[in-house]
């Protein structure tokens, strides 16, 4: 049985949230080069941490679903990994006729 989490926890986590998604709003008009996509991830991670924490009530869970996000959080890296492995090798190889 999970534990009850007062209101007062659930209105300070969704008004962190609408903060948290005006300032991604924000953000999106000001032109910061290649730190934008760097703080847009950083912000929809801690948007996404406080979901699971709070409102799927992932921080009273035991321990199999802490095993369960810490494997999501880990094939998440890996994909990403994978993905900017990718797209930074691409121009090593030359092309034919160039």
């Known amino acids: ?58 921080l009273f869970e035991g321990k199999l679903v802490r095993v369960a996000i810490a494997a999501g959080v880990i094939w998440f890296l890996i994909f990403v990994s994978l993905t900017l492995g990718d797209y930074i090798t691409r121009g090593w190889l030359p092309f034919p006729g160039k």
């Not at 300032?23 to 948007?47: D, R």
């Open 1 to 58: 049985m999970t534990p009850a989490v007062s209101r007062r926890t659930y209105l300070f986590t969704w008004l962190t949230l609408l903060g948290l998604t005006l300032l991604t709003t924000l953000l999106g008009f000001i032109n910061m080069g290649p730190f934008s996509i760097v703080i847009a991830v950083a912000l929809a991670a801690i948007k996404a941490a406080l979901i699971a924490g709070f409102f799927m009530h992932a």
